[in-house]
Nanobody, 127 residues
Framework: QVQLVESGGGLVQAGGSLRLSCAAS????????MGWFRQAPGKEREFVAA????????YYADSVKGRFTISRDNAKNTVYLQMNSLKPEDTAVYFC????????????????????WGQGTQVTVSS
């Protein structure tokens, strides 16, 4: 059974930074691309960033490009999301998930192509 544990969320002022972590177990972590998504109250889950299984290819939503950086450490089975220059509109619960299919980034921005979602970590940015 795959388990994902997100951490690192919290309350931060606008312009501040946070680093989210997602520890994975139960699957060959290094074979799967990983994604970060977020969901604000009353809104659909939206794509934030994705990273290939080797970490050499990354994708970002336009709203976070230049401010957020996704990375991974396959030795630690962990994916990270460094968030800088945070804005109030970044407030949401952040989730990580592995792609359903190994060695694939097809549909990286679509939640339905991921599985085994974690419990999420709350990020709140005050103005």
């Amino acid at each position: 059974q795959v388990q994902l544990v997100e951490s690192g969320g919290g309350l931060v002022q606008a312009g501040g930074s946070l680093r989210l972590s997602c520890a994975a177990s139960g699957r060959t972590f290094s074979s799967y691309a990983m994604g970060w998504f977020r969901q604000a109250p009353g809104k659909e889950r939206e794509f934030v960033a994705a990273i290939s299984w080797t970490g050499t290819i990354t994708y970002y939503a336009d709203s976070v490009k230049g401010r957020f950086t996704i990375s991974r450490d396959n030795a630690k089975n962990t994916v990270y999301l460094q968030m800088n220059s945070l804005k109030p509109e970044d407030t949401a619960v952040y989730f990580c998930a592995p792609k359903r299919v190994a060695y694939s980034l097809i549909g990286y921005a679509q939640p339905r192509t991921y599985d085994y979602w974690g419990q999420g970590t709350q990020v709140t940015v005050s103005s």
